[in-house]
């Protein structure tokens, strides 16, 4: 059954009811304060429209890892905090260590209609990640209705996000999720054509199931970033002291097959920007020349795409339809070697297409360049972006209702 499918807050009458719902408020928080605020903006529409619909909201969300037991700096006070000036209204913090407690159920049992009240850090308590049964129950006492908006945990089978959905009347999907869903679902299962996804980053181990996957779905696969360097040697180029996952290398071959047999383009740097040491700090100054792909001196590394592979990338680019980015082209956080992520957010900002970026890295690289608002979405999900291009079913997804 389609992704696109499922139950939503618009199909759901909460008026008088009591609704928990699922955020992902886990939010980057430096000495209490919140440093990016995105995902709890992200969060907003869902919340407003059921308190407006009257319904008695209930959120909850994990935030970090502490790890089964309370810790105070990954309390979600500062969340509650925000939330309230966000919505002009009170929202009451039920501080409870045990998330369902004294506070919680006093806080739930004073409810009128459109109120808010947000509930303590799920993975406060040990059940959460194991998706104990107790604490679904005790979450779906709270409610009849449940609402799973937290698409960045939906890779996650946890009691909040699975566990509860068992025990309630009705569960259903806010409307964050929802616009997850159409814009990466709609482009793993329909995408307009040409369709041009553009992967990167350190990793190639992280990454090699979503190409993959979409070796069987895209029109063109780009790939750039530290990944680049094991298909480079897949290739039998050498690659100096560039990132290499010697183990992958006869996968990254297979990739390659595959991309021919589907008749798939595969596109791979034709040049790159290497440097003899990674800078220290990272955002230090760095002495790099540019070199052909094949052509890496050994005492050198790739440590961004070159100035021709930005200009082939940025051309497949203009012909799509439809574009999903995932993964830095190199080690954007120096000015010097941000060159080839620039060059490609241009390129995404520039064109007509669908353009979507995966979570983590890539929208922190996309916001941090100024390019946010040209995008068609930005992923709310890190991990939870590159199951679902995985096409890995998330649990989190799968256990509401459909329609
Ligand atoms: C994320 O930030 O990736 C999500 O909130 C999920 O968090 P987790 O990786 O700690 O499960
Ligand atoms: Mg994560």
């Not at 499922?6 to 909460?14: G, S």
């Not at 996952?245 to 297979?254: A, G, R, S, T, V």
């Not at 993964?327 to 995404?348: C, D, Q, R, Y």
Request: glycine share 10%; net charge negative; aromatic share 4%.
């Amino acid at each position: 059954m389609s992704v696109l499918n499922k139950k939503t807050v618009d199909d759901i009458n909460v008026k008088g009811k009591r609704v928990l719902v699922r955020c992902d408020f886990n939010v980057p928080l430096k000495n209490g304060v919140i440093t990016d605020e995105n995902r709890i903006v992200a969060a907003l529409p869902t919340i407003k429209k059921l308190i407006q619909d009257g319904g008695k909201v209930i959120l909850c969300s994990h935030l970090g890892k502490p790890k089964g037991e309370p810790k105070p700096e990954l309390s979600l006070a500062p969340v509650a905090a925000r939330l309230s000036e966000h919505l002009g209204k009170e929202v009451v913090f039920a501080a409870d260590a045990s998330v369902v407690g004294e506070n919680a159920k006093a806080a739930v049992a004073a409810m009128k209609d459109g109120d808010v009240v947000l509930l303590e850090n799920t993975r406060y308590r040990a059940e959460e990640t194991k998706n104990g049964e107790a604490l679904s129950k005790e979450l779906a006492s709270l409610c009849e209705i449940y609402v799973n908006d937290a698409f960045g945990a939906a890779h996650r089978a946890h009691c909040s996000t699975v566990g509860v959905t068992a025990f309630v009347e009705e569960a259903a999907v806010g409307y964050l999720m929802q616009k997850e869903l159409k814009f990466l679902g709609g482009a793993v299962e329909n995408p307009q054509r040409p369709f041009v996804t553009i992967l990167g980053g350190a990793k190639v181990a992280d990454k090699l199931p979503v190409i993959e996957n979409l070796l069987t779905k895209a029109d063109t696969v780009i790939v750039g970033g530290g990944m680049a360097y094991t298909f480079l040697a897949a290739k039998g180029y050498g690659v100096g002291t560039s990132l290499l996952d010697q183990e992958k290398i006869e996968y990254c071959k297979e990739m390659m097959a595959k991309a021919e047999a589907n008749g798939v383009k595969l596109l791979l740097p034709i040049d790159c920007t290497v440097g003899k040491v990674f800078p220290d700090p990272i955002d230090g100054p760095v002495e790099v020349t540019v070199v052909d792909a094949d052509k890496i001196p050994n005492d050198s590394m790739g440590l961004d795409i070159g100035t021709k592979t930005a200009e082939m990338f940025a051309e497949a680019v203009k012909s799509a339809k439809t574009v999903v980015w995932n993964g830095p082209m190199g080690v954007f956080e120096n000015p010097t070697l941000a060159k080839g992520t620039i060059a490609v957010a241009k390129s995404l900002a520039e064109t007509d297409a669908t353009t979507i970026i995966g979570g983590g890295d890539s929208a922190a690289a996309v916001n941090t360049l100024g390019f946010g608002p040209k995008m068609s979405h930005i992923s709310t999900g890190g991990g939870a972006s590159l199951e679902f291009l995985e096409g890995k079913e998330l649990p989190g997804i799968a256990a509401v209702n459909d329609k």
